[in-house]
């Protein structure tokens, strides 16, 4: 079993008879570049920030370029909500709604937890897609941290009533090392599995921040849509905090 999960389950053993703190002194955890947070968990009230992802698959033709501009906002101390625009090409797919909010810190706060809600309503038959997820920050050292989001996806209504939802469980682990205060390389892994269905996407990413509110991700890894065939694809996210 890697370090990594040792060190985590000691963690929690040690933090169990504990009642979490409250959300100040939290540890700072970079966040995935795919699958992205709602704003650090125990982000400040007021924090705003604007930002894009861009997936472009490579080889592998017929495949489209996914891109999502969106915004995000701490309503409260480590409560914020995200609203996003999610293309395919150049086709809006639909609108994302995200809730997010912060369980307190653990283990002297060298673990802070909490909860994220996405819900998205499709453009072309209005159903409501919703995910529900349970996300672990670990600061381990000055260097490494790692982050993981577990929860349910449950998806809008089938078009044939008589057929169950297909509702998938939603796994990403992402480990961070801080190279410099500016940068910091990381690996994400991100699965989604049903009873009919399953992809996954594992992207090694580097964080570039150019300026105190401009920061630049950049990835390049694997991608295995559901029924198609894995693919090599490049990520890119652009960043701007206000």
């Known amino acids: 079993m890697p370090f990594f999960v040792w060190r985590f389950a000691a963690l929690l053993a040690c933090a169990a008879p504990a009642a979490a703190s409250t959300v100040g002194g939290a540890p700072l955890i970079p966040e995935p ?3 992205d947070m709602i704003r650090p968990l125990a982000a400040p009230r007021g924090e705003l920030e604007a930002n894009t992802l861009g997936l472009f698959p490579l080889a592998s033709p017929g495949e489209e370029i996914d891109w999502a501009p ?5 309503l409260f101390d480590g409560y914020a909500v995200e609203l996003e625009l999610p293309f395919a090409n150049g086709r ?3 609108v994302k709604i995200g809730l997010q909010g912060t369980f307190g810190t653990l283990a002297d706060n060298a673990i802070v937890h909490g909860w994220q809600y996405l819900g998205v ?3 072309d038959n209005g159903k409501l897609e919703s995910s529900l997820l349970y996300i672990v920050g670990a600061r381990w050292n000055e260097r490494w941290s790692s982050l993981t989001m577990v929860g349910i996806n449950r998806p809008g209504a089938p078009v044939d009533r008589t057929l169950p939802r297909d509702n998938a469980l939603l796994i990403n682990h992402s480990v961070f090392r801080e190279m410099s205060s500016r940068t910091t390389a990381g690996v994400e892994v991100n699965w989604r599995t049903s009873s009919r269905q399953a992809n996954w996407l594992l992207m090694p990413q580097l964080h570039q921040r150019l300026s105190p509110q401009i920061m630049v991700q ?3 890894g694997l991608q295995k849509p559901a029924r198609r065939a894995a693919h090599p694809s490049l990520a890119l996210r652009m960043i701007k905090e206000f």
Do not use: T
């Open 92 to 94: 809006l797919q639909g």
């Open 33 to 35: 570049m795919v699958f």
């Open 218 to 220: 950049a990835g390049a």
């Open 70 to 74: 969106e915004i995000e906002y701490a």
């Open 121 to 123: 309503v499709d453009r």
